[in-house]
């Protein structure tokens, strides 16, 4: 994916608006990241941060990550925010109601188990199997970046039409559908209640978050990138503590009495 803004053209977002349609990443943008995602932990400040963004935005406020939604679930128990995961390969709309788009069963399988025996070879190496995508973590063993692309591209040429690519991450690579992302999940998103008609914002900080920056800019919203980097987002935030404290001051604002739309 081609990016050109550079860090010194962006500024700081602009306040968020009531009438605004919030998409949020999660490791690296809402928590910091961690040696292994199991080891990432919520705060009670975000516990407490998400439900009223919700309330404040009217329910117009999605959760859009890599990770799979049991398992994002898992983190905010309690908490059922519309939300997107694996990249968009299963989404929760405001109504509950799952959408799941999976690749094929048999080559997925074929592609597990190539990962699984490769990352038993290789110390510090993780396989995280979402269900519908499957990433292999470096983090730990840096050192592997290139064995650990060089394993994965020739693993997807041995599956001639399986529609499936690479997805670059921090410190990880990952293998999804090539038709879904988190833009596609965002658009999504766009055509339904209550997110249809609001300016959309999201805000993520990682490669593959540039997709969603790219949805969001074409339907006159704007992205916020996360942290250092290029990118196509139009502002940027330093880190997770700059982006909660931005978030904070539309629940901290004020809102007009209005009518419960439900």
């Known amino acids: 994916m081609r990016v050109t803004t550079t860090a010194a053209r962006l500024t700081p977002p602009p306040p968020l608006a009531p009438s605004d349609a919030l998409f949020l990443d999660v490791d690296g943008t809402l928590l910091d990241l961690a040696p292994t995602p199991a080891d990432v932990r919520v705060d009670a400040e975000l516990s407490g941060l998400l439900p009223g963004l919700h309330r404040a935005l009217d329910g117009a406020c999605a959760l859009v990550t890599g990770r799979a939604l049991s ?150 919203g704007y992205g916020v990138k996360v942290g250092p980097g290029r990118t196509r987002a139009q502002h940027r935030l330093s880190d997770v503590a700059a982006v909660r404290q931005w978030l904070a001051a539309l629940r901290a604002a004020p809102t007009p009495n209005r009518e419960d739309p439900r």
């Open 71 to 220: 398992n994002l679930d898992g983190l905010f128990p309690g908490l059922i925010l519309p939300a997107a995961g694996q990249h968009g390969c299963e989404r929760r709309d405001a109504q509950g109601t799952l959408h799941l788009h999976a690749p094929d069963r048999g080559t997925l399988a074929r592609l597990r188990a190539l990962f699984a025996d490769f990352a038993t070879r290789h110390e510090g190496l993780l396989l995280e199997d979402k269900g519908a995508t499957l990433a292999l973590h470096y983090r730990l063993a840096p050192q592997l970046a290139a064995e650990v692309r060089q394993t994965m591209e020739s693993a997807l040429a041995d599956e001639p039409g399986a529609a499936l690519c690479l997805q670059p991450g921090k410190m990880l690579i990952e293998i999804r559908p090539e038709k879904r992302d988190k833009g596609a999940a965002i658009r999504d998103f766009m055509g339904e209640m209550p997110f249809a008609g609001r300016r959309p914002v999201f805000v993520g900080d990682d490669h593959g978050d540039e997709h969603g920056f790219a949805v969001v800019q074409r339907l006159r």
